[in-house]
């Protein structure tokens, strides 16, 4: 088996918190990232801002209902 090692993170704040975090340039970006906002979020504010955590080439999963 061959041993893949990899940095991840769980953040649990809301998107603008996360992304203010961000911008700020104290994160590091991500090749995948997972977004879950609440459903009541418009996604154009959920979405605003992804482009600091996702690398070039990143892909971003976002869920909605």
Not at 37 to 64: R, T
């Amino acid at each position: 088996f061959r041993r893949v090692l990899f940095r991840s993170a769980i953040i649990r704040a809301s998107v603008r918190t996360a992304f203010q975090q961000w911008h700020a340039g104290t994160m590091p970006q991500f090749d995948i990232v997972f977004l879950d906002p609440p459903y009541d979020l418009p996604a154009h504010e959920a979405l605003a801002g992804v482009d600091a955590v996702v690398a070039e080439d990143g892909v971003v999963v976002y869920e909605h209902a």
